[in-house]
């Protein structure tokens, strides 16, 4: 084979042979650097292989590897006889590589209000380190069943036929969906379909669905003010004008709305336990609330979200239960009755949208695991769901009259509760005109969370509130926790 | 206490004792409807509890017990010495109850294209059923590790102080971001902080987040045609206007999407193997669309969604590897490489941007168990994961080797193939004009899976294939199935 004339010398590249990078890759990635970086140009030939081995001192064997790799992946081109060669027509930079610190194009401007940003940056705090005592909505876990909850999981992924190694159908298993209809007709008083059902990953996966399926740019969305605070992020960056309804001693204000926000697209509501302030809608309202969706052709979302959990009487049933009309899209979840990880929740939708929810549950990314589905419809089949209710309901009624003694009795220059019939939070009033965001923080550095009622809502309130979650406290550690609190919001009136 | 006057007759109304409906049910049920209903009127008085256990032959307590639930949920109202009273206010149906059928109010306008259709239906039929054999993108799930993955999964859910039952953090497990990220670094030649990496449910819900966060309503995407299906739909569908960009033998033809649509907003591309066709995109082509990308202050979104599966050569580096000035969201899924219901996925995006996609992971539904999360990257950092990549690519290789010998070998009258360097799938082209709708559906009533190519087109195509996954199918089945589907394709030509 004829020689070729000399090839581009590597100047200030040597093997270094203390590092634990092989020399293969070294090699490698002094060419491609040398080839992007505009070192060697585009047309350049390459040191033949002979060549650079004995300048490097090493196998000639592995510099023809390294060509054939980067000839392989079009950085460099071997013309026979000739030689290898720098690919033609790589656009690389000319110039000595500078990283350029380049403008960040800013995402497009998705409406984050203040209010969102507060509670995301208060959830991120918490999300990120160990979950602190009283965050709201936090279920008994140290009570959970885990031994038995991890045999139905391995159950259902291994013994039949590793079936649920897939996505499972798009609307969710059928056998869950059929427990879930059970439940809801026995706890909630609804007869559905179980392919009235569409399994979502937890109720905000639910209410995304809502979002992309039912609702167009613009829409007018009446929404609880205070009210679920991610429900309302998530409608206003979908584009609906998410406007405030008051809430009063029967639920929402439906006068107050009617006269100042015609036309609503949906009523997004809590009616059996209204998200934060606990008020269950009378059956008055209920019914008004039914004959104006049916009048005015809208939606009611109905987010049951911790129905489960009624301390005094039996369980109102849902709204969706009197809705002969099919205007309510009821959405349930099992974060707080069973664990946030769990990921599965639904959604009860006319039979006529189902298969659109079922399409777009695929579309924006299916949350549920087919293997969880099948665990969960198993645990429900088997009685355990609902005697797993059964206990936490108990214990969950100690622990919020023990967190109301605590603060009654030791608390009450700063604060005033009333014990709630239902769910698992509280709200303690802050006395003295403490500001709540104010409050939450100085707790949260003590070791307490909570979440400040001004963030459920959209202006300023006119009595600040802490919502305090009791369900995920042991009832012995209480009085010790409500003393440190207590310190504290006492520390913070005295600056 | 002096004696009311009479209550209303509860007409028509009996007690059944051959139904295992409890009295009390069947009481409470019977004064709900009719209150509801409009045969007891609002403000009309029941019949006392002691002339309606005589009428009806039951115990008082039972009626008493009824009345009191009817209060206490506000059908009723208990005046002291006068009786019960059917509530005033009630907003209920005068007219005998009948159901009207009424509109059901569509879902709005979002554009469901007839390919889209085909598709969601295609999926939806499989997904409802069991897979069929060829399905594509289904990996060899009988070779799935089950119990090994069975074992981290469960010291997730229980060794770590139950601490993964919660959320865990907004941008996913710590812990997987760090295996993840030195699992790019060594299979993908990426360098990326696991701080800028944030976990999903899977590659579509990583879309969904590009499509919220990155996309105006009305943005350019340049969009590979044919193309992924379901990350278009859901462009299209959140608001943004996809483009089809034809393909070359080297990838995106940059210069017909540069002269036919000018400044695009993102790119979609799948540069390490051209979801559908199979091609890798070319070096010169990667430095021209990441020159391209820069000089246009344009997004490209790589989908590296089966680049694990190379079965000749080292695989190429992700063209994110090449990219020194972020402009590409790369995502990344274990869908294919594990199995499809462990719902866990990933994007890599700037740093700039992490808490943007963080948050959207929070409001649009986490889909990821922090549970799974947990065991992934215990699985990874034990060598498991590459372990079961490198033996699925020797497992893959075997059965796509057969499957095109089979092809070429048995029904080179029908079809033609190409071995595929990488992937789970290949082509087959249909000869003698057969319409791979047609054949798709036909072939499916036998029992074969397959996707039509002309669903991944934006527009009719030239030449019709059927899309054929080799990687579910045992090796010892696919002689029989290829006979099946040969004769079908014969039986299909001559009708």
Redesign the interface.
Known sequence: MPKAPGGALLHGFSIDRATSTPIYRQLDGALRRSI?GGALQPGQKLPSTRELAQELGVSRITVKSVYE?LV????AEAKTGAGTFV?Q????ENAP?V?RS?R?????N?E?SDRSKTI?SS??SV??G??EPFRPG?PA??Q?P??I??KY??EA??AEG?????????NGSAALRRSIARHLADARSMQVDPDQIVI???A?????LIS??????GDTVWYENPGHI?GR??MQ?MGANVVPVPIDNEGMNLEFAASHYPKPAAIFTTPSHQQPLGITM???RR??L??YA?DN?T?IIEDDYDSEFRYR??P??ALCA?D???RVLYVGTFSKSM?????LGYIVV?P??VD?F???R???????????EQAMANFMEDGRFVEHIRKMRRIYRNRRDVLCECLSRDCSDFVEVEPPDAGMHLLAWLKNDLADQTAQRVLLEAGIESLPLSVYAFDPIERSALVLGFTSVHESRIPKLVSRLCQKLSQLQNT
Request: hydrophobic share 45%.
């Open positions: 992007l790799q392989s992946e079009g950085y690919s027509g790589l656009e690389v590589k990283r380049r960040q194009k800013e995402p497009p998705f984050i995301m959830l991120a999300r990120h160990k979950t936090v876990l140290d959970f885990l031994k909850w991890n999981l391995s992924l291994i590793r079936r649920h190694l897939s996505y499972g159908p798009a979502t990953s937890g905000q996966q639910a209410f995304a992309a399926i039912m609702l167009n740019r991610a992020d998530l960056i009378s059956l008055v019914l008004a039914l004959n049916k052709d939606w009487g039996r109102l049933p009197l002969s009309e099919r664990f946030a990880s769990i990921r006319p006529a949208l659109s079922a399409k777009f695929t579309l924006l990314g299916q949350g549920s695991s087919a293997v969880t």
